[in-house]
């Protein structure tokens, strides 16, 4: 749903809401020279285990413009951003954004620390190249509105041969004095001192293309805020989430999703570091979507489950892939059984047992690969 009418005593932010009013808060911040349009591929998905609200920059999309002014600072916006959050009743939240939206996530993590549940920046950064180039362009602006500048909006948010018409019109429909007072808050912004002051769970996702603020800038920030984590996502310019959506999504999901993170510490510790260290290596903007599925719930709801020993679901799940023929899982989890307890001579009997309830061909052939594990692991 959208925002109600600003508030009688104060205007609000435009906003939009979904998912269940009872699901954990996560508030999406917008980048400059968009609207909540930017998260349209993203947050239902995010919907489904969160209470998204999406936000609007003053004069972009259905938020006022008269919100800031001249010489607007990032600090102005992230107290609007929580002007909103206690109207909707909001104390602590997860919070993610793009660009001027993450910078705006950053302040609030310094400044704000007891709000913020978790962070996520995306292609964003601590400063922005200087003031220079964003006070020229608060100027350009101001003296001959967006039309022309909105030209170039696809060569700077994203690859050749990519748009997303709809955000490209947000650029162009923004109002020329807010959008200009944004890139007064840009110039203003260096929060590279204060970044280690940062001690919430943080998440830094870089486009890889990006022109506007490239890996290295993500890096600064993944250096100096304390145990963050970085990602970097092939393909993907400066608007990440409209250009990658499925390779966002599932950074986010593994960063504010507790079970996907337990997910993927059972899943290295039965399989071991290396064989999901080339798991991770060999993804792609394809198969994200199928590893984060792993993630969540084969490892983050099955292997957690403490019904059945780690020991006993190798039993189980070593019958089940003989059952199938499926012999090359069936390598990696004669592998993980050891790992998980189990001596060659029960991983024997299992096998064994399978000849009898499988078939003896079928067994013959797990027999045959479980020596071959068996003698590799020595």
Not at 18 to 40: F, I, M, N, Q, R
Not at 133 to 152: H, N, T
């Amino acid at each position: 749903m959208t925002s109600r009418p600003p508030l009688p005593d104060g205007t609000l932010l435009h906003h939009r809401a979904e998912g269940p009013a009872t699901a954990p808060p996560l508030l999406l911040g917008p980048s400059l020279g968009t609207s909540t349009a930017l998260w349209d591929k993203v947050a239902p998905e995010l919907s489904v285990t969160h209470r998204i609200v999406r936000w609007d920059l003053p004069g972009h999309g259905g938020s006022p413009a008269g919100l800031i002014g001249p010489g607007a600072t990032v600090a102005d916006l992230a107290a609007l951003v929580l002007a909103l959050a206690d109207s909707l009743g909001i104390d602590r939240f997860s919070y993610a954004g793009v660009s001027l939206g993450g910078a705006v996530g950053l302040h609030l993590a310094v400044h704000h620390p007891q709000r913020v549940e978790k962070l996520a920046v995306i292609c964003s950064s601590a400063h922005f190249n200087g003031s220079k180039p964003w006070e020229e362009r608060a100027a350009r602006v101001r003296d001959e509105g967006l039309a022309e500048l909105a030209k170039s909006a696809d060569s700077r948010w994203f690859t050749p041969g990519f748009t997303v018409p709809a955000l490209v019109e947000d650029h162009r429909s923004a109002d020329p004095d807010a959008y200009a007072a944004c890139c007064d808050a840009l110039a203003a912004f260096d929060l590279r001192a204060e970044l280690p002051r940062i001690g919430v769970p943080t998440l830094l996702v870089a486009g890889r293309e990006d022109p506007a603020t490239p890996p290295a800038h993500l890096r600064e920030i993944a250096d100096a805020v304390p145990g963050a984590a970085l990602v970097e996502i092939p393909g993907a310019s400066h608007l990440a989430p409209a250009q990658c959506p499925r390779a966002v999504l599932t950074a986010l999901r593994a960063h504010f999703d507790g079970g996907a993170r337990r997910g993927m510490e059972v899943r290295r510790q039965v399989l071991g570091d290396e064989h999901v260290d080339r798991a991770q290596a060999r993804q792609s903007a394809f198969t994200a979507r199928f590893q984060d599925f792993i993630s969540r719930y084969a490892w983050g709801e099955i292997w957690t489950d403490e019904t059945l020993a780690r020991r006993e679901r190798s039993m189980i799940t070593m019958t089940a892939l003989v059952a199938h023929g499926h012999y090359d899982e069936l390598a990696m989890h004669v592998r993980a059984a050891r790992r998980n307890g189990l001596t060659p001579e029960e991983i024997g009997a299992v096998l064994l047992q399978t000849a009898v309830y499988c078939g003896v061909p079928a067994a013959n052939s797990a027999f045959a690969v479980a020596q071959r594990v068996l003698a590799e692991e020595g």
